[in-house]
């Protein structure tokens, strides 16, 4: 490492080993880095970006501070020790990620982290890094299909939801809350932000929304889902939010009178669906996604599948259920014979994409 006057302010340029896109390194650069004086170009002495950085620095005469990988000294753990001895003491960070490579990803974490400024760059269809005999390409043939565009921002995390089955609800909501947050940023990308923008976003939910605390921590776990799961990244500390007021409201409770005239007034199959709620403490929606194979007459018993939380259990069924509950099986049993009648059958899940193939072998 060359003997470097302490004064002058670092920046650490990085990204992904596959990024050969010099003009817009330039162009990036030179929008940042404008101003009196040099700077110190940090450098993982990698291909790609790091690379890059470094012929950048040379063109304009600034110092090269190159931290090459101690694979012998640290082994596996060379990437991340690498990214923080690179990250330590910099003014400025700009990575060229192409939204994939882990060790950029880590980098950036670690420079939101120590409060370094970020600036994220990413470039969709990196060009290789050029060979020394290039060899021309020919040009594609017009049947040639074209390469599936990159995924959206909001479809990576539904993505990211539905690997982990969270339930529809928590999905949504999940992608109403970036979807959110990226538009009260006047659209920049989430690489681009970290803790200060996601602390502003909480404090104007709480202050100018006027939301509940309840809805504001939400807003927080979707935002933290967003980096952690969806871009790889960590926003750094959050700290500072004024959180949204908590008000303590006392429950209306109904006495058993109250419950019984509420209960006769409702018909069915409303009334069959409330008394499971009240009587065996069923949610909504396990209520309504209860299916026929999970009631069990002589036991007097529901079985509740993928509950809250992805759990299963066990709970009575009342006794009082039981003649509702028996018609509305007859009632069941009549819609499911007419639709085996009609041919139309649905099938939960992924045992619907089964189906053509058990035609198939039928045949």
Known sequence: MPNIPPALPRVLIAGSRAFADYPLLCATLDRLLAGPGPWVVVSGAAGGADRLGERYAAARGWAVERHAPDWDRHGRAVGPIRNREMVSGCARAVFFWDGHSPGTADAIARARKAGVP???VRYADPTPPPNPAPIAAAPP???????PPAPRLLDRVRDACRVRHYSI????????????????HDTRHPDTMGAAEVTTFLTHLAVDGDVSASTQNQAFSALLFLYRHVLGADPGKIAGVVRAARRRAEPVVLTRPEVTAVLLKLPDPYRLKCELMFGSGLRLLEVLRLRVKDIDLDRAEITVRMGKGGKDRRTMLPEAVRPRMLLQLEEVRRVHEADLAAGRVWLPEALARKLPHAAAESK
Do not use: C, I, K, N
Not at 141 to 147: E, K, M, N, V, W
Not at 170 to 181: I, K, L, N, P, Q
């Open 118 to 120: 970020v600036e994220v």
């Open 141 to 147: 043939s017009a049947g040639a299909p074209l390469p």
């Open 169 to 184: 609800r928590t999905e949504r909501a999940y992608a109403d809350w970036v979807r959110r947050f990226v538009l009260f």
